[in-house]
């Protein structure tokens, strides 16, 4: 019994590993068709194997596809973090606090849409696009001025926050009343929260979610990403102890009384399915390949490499490191909605920041600066700890998991001393690989290019 | 005047690193700076190029003030740096090295038009185009971080110390190199540890020690001066 369920659990995660290189070998394909078909296969392989049943259970069975879905938001998490840490070298440890950014915002804005309240979609959507606004408004407006100090900047772009979220508020407070009637309550769903407008809401309060958690990095990393890379380390690590505090106390100095402080927030609608999940971790590796791919990314690329030689070719070290930031937070702030909308209960505990070292371990497991280490990394690793110890410790005794706390960090030690490059080094596989450049055929010759 | 600097003062801390240093270039020069190791060469370099801030003192360049302009716009008035120590992107192939020089234009036939001038000057990077940039020897590294400074289409080169760490024949070839981009009109602002090298190519020069500038003139004048012969040059 034992001997078969290890080697089941290293053929699933064999089968994973197999899978994402089959992802991303098709979507690196060169015709569109195969792609698009490829995409939908990847979707219905895993979706199948959640639906048909074999025996007495499904393929993958309720915990495996918990499981899924837990690599799935990690996948997100912990690419957001190779940008900021593994192709930017921002050491961040705040990762983890946009993540329960995201997740709490988004659960709020589902919650309160079943339960007859729109007020969290109106106030967090209009405030994020505000928000954005603002910042890009300010941003241009600040760059006509000569050497503004980072922290008068700053000042600026927190008054226009408050702003922009007090304007929020007075419009979403103004308009609920019109929307409310069609929402319904929990028991009686109006015709706004069921069916499509429910799937609707529910992207909606993702992607707010992730752009919210982004300009809250960017408001948090304006005045700190100017420190040098250790110390934005420990700032961070103060950010993410600062969110979790906010959220043990949510319901006492915040005023959200159905977030309910350390008792953890219930109720949230369980949205998430194969097809969100797999939606969002696809764009969210989509996006990701193709910033690291553009010009921007070299210049990310550069900013880690020599700061000094960047700046000598002319990049805005200040923001290129805060839009590696706000990227990675976005990403953080996705991953979070899904995993919100997949479990249905938030504890502040989650978001303890000691689990916060959970996505660190994955992209330096999987390698720092390969987008590839980071996703094989996410899903092995979910798979190795949660999967496989749990279960076949469990068989051992009621306590022994715990001894899993003790296997894990051994494989950690001995994979640094094997790889310290990590897994996979700087590997990319199929869709993640570098473009390959062709040299153009009108070379100018040497003596035109000298006349000319 | 292309480049006017006028009584610059730096400092790191509390150390006054550069103390008022004045100096010009006109269009078309090639102006040395030379000196012993801690004199502030590599400082002005960086001063002039927005890295460093100064405390007091003014940086004109085509007759506008640039003292308190950020790094990034410096670059796009025509100001280009090769940072001591070549500093090239390691994990970048030669290609995307010399791409990341023209991070400031946009068109990119004239980003390609740049780059073919470059590999006239340097031959040996169109054949090592996909390496990647580490793993190229520290003469070829050298001219990658000098074609990497011409991508940007600058009126001035600020170098430092291109001859670093380079056998005599390579440096030799480097400074050939370096005066022929001077010859299709490029100002060249170059700051030497092998004086005698700098100046053979130099029209003028200055000559720093501990944070001022002592002498200044005709290449070939200080050359032959007493007291740089035995300081500097060894003769």
Do not use: C
């Amino acid at each position: 019994m034992e001997l078969g369920f290890l080697i089941g659990s290293v053929v699933k995660i064999g089968a994973i590993l197999a899978y994402l290189y089959g992802l991303l070998w098709v979507l690196g394909h060169k015709k569109l068709w195969v792609k698009i078909v490829g995409v939908v296969a990847a979707f219905a392989i895993v979706q199948l194997a959640f639906t048909i049943t074999i025996g007495d259970s499904t393929i993958l069975n309720e915990f495996d596809s918990g499981l899924v879905f837990q690599a799935a938001s990690m996948t997100m998490i912990a690419l957001g973090l190779n940008l900021i840490y593994g192709f930017n070298g921002q050491f961040s440890l705040g990762q983890w606090g946009f993540y329960g950014i995201g997740a709490y915002t988004a659960a709020d804005i589902t919650f309160r849409w079943i339960n007859g309240d729109s007020r969290g979609l109106l106030v967090v959507g209009i405030g994020s696009i505000l928000g954005a606004v603002m910042i890009l408004g300010i941003q241009k407006w600040l760059s006509r001025l000569r050497g503004v100090p980072v922290l008068s900047a700053f000042t600026f772009y927190l008054f226009g926050s408050v702003l922009v979220g007090a304007v929020a508020v007075v419009i979403g407070n103004a308009l609920n009343p019109a929307i409310s009637p069609l929402l319904g309550s929990a028991y009686e769903p109006g015709p706004l929260s069921q069916g499509i407008w429910l799937q609707i809401v529910y992207f909606l309060a993702i992607i707010f979610a992730g752009v919210f958690a982004g300009e809250v990095s960017f408001l948090f990393g304006l005045p700190v990403l100017s420190l040098g890379s250790d110390y934005f380390g420990i700032a961070t690590l103060g950010f993410t102890i600062i969110v979790n505090t906010l959220m043990l106390n949510s319901d006492t100095i915040l005023p959200f009384p159905e977030m309910k402080g350390g008792r953890g927030m219930i109720g949230i609608p369980k949205l998430t399915t194969w097809f969100w999940a797999f939606f969002f971790m696809l764009m969210v590796i989509i996006i990701m390949r193709n910033v690291i791919h553009s010009s921007t990314g070299r210049t990310i690329l550069a900013v880690r490499e020599d700061e000094t030689a960047a700046k000598a070719m002319g990049i805005d070290l200040a923001s290129t490191k805060l839009l590696t930031f706000v990227i990675g937070s976005f990403f953080a702030g996705i991953g979070g909605g899904v995993y919100a909308h997949y479990i249905g209960f938030l504890s502040p505990g989650t978001f303890d920041f000691l689990a916060g070292f959970n996505p660190l371990i994955i992209v330096v497991f999987g390698g720092l600066g390969s987008m590839t280490g980071t996703i094989a990394a996410s899903f092995g690793w979910i798979f190795f700890l949660e999967g496989l110890l749990r279960v076949l410790l469990g068989q051992m005794g009621p306590d022994a998991p715990t001894w899993r706390f003790v296997l894990y960090p051994i494989v950690l030690l001995l994979l640094m001393l094997i790889r310290p490059q990590g897994l996979l080094g700087t590997v990319e596989w199929g869709f993640l690989k570098a473009p390959f450049v062709r040299p153009r055929e009108n070379q100018h010759t040497a003596s035109d290019v000298v006349e000319g | 005047m292309l480049l006017d600097v006028k009584n610059l003062n730096v400092y790191y801390g509390a150390i006054h690193a550069l103390q008022g240093i004045s100096f010009h270039i006109e269009e078309g020069e090639i102006v040395s700076l030379i000196g012993a190791n801690g004199a502030g060469k590599s400082t002005t370099l960086r001063t002039i190029s927005g890295i460093l801030r100064p405390r007091s003192g003014s940086v004109h360049f085509k007759g506008e003030d640039i003292t308190t302009t950020p790094a990034e716009q410096i670059v796009r008035r025509g100001i280009s740096h090769v940072p001591e120590g070549r500093k090239i992107f390691a994990p970048l192939t030669v290609r995307e090295n010399l791409e990341m020089g023209a991070y400031t234009r946009d068109d990119p036939d004239e980003i390609q038009k740049s780059m073919d001038r470059v590999f006239v000057s340097f031959p040996r990077l169109k054949e090592r185009l996909n390496q990647l940039g580490g793993t190229l020897s520290g003469g070829e590294q050298q001219m990658l971080a000098t074609g990497r400074g011409m991508m940007s289409k600058p009126s001035l080169i600020l170098l430092d110390e291109p001859s670093m760490g380079l056998s005599p024949i390579l440096v030799e070839e480097i400074f050939n190199i370096i005066k022929e981009i001077n010859s299709q009109g490029t100002s060249i602002l170059l700051v030497e540890q092998n004086a005698l090298m700098a100046l053979s190519i130099s029209n003028r020069a200055y000559v720093l020690e501990t944070g001022r500038i002592v002498l200044e003139g005709n290449a070939d004048d200080i050359k032959n001066n007493p007291q740089v012969k035995s300081a500097y040059l060894g003769i």
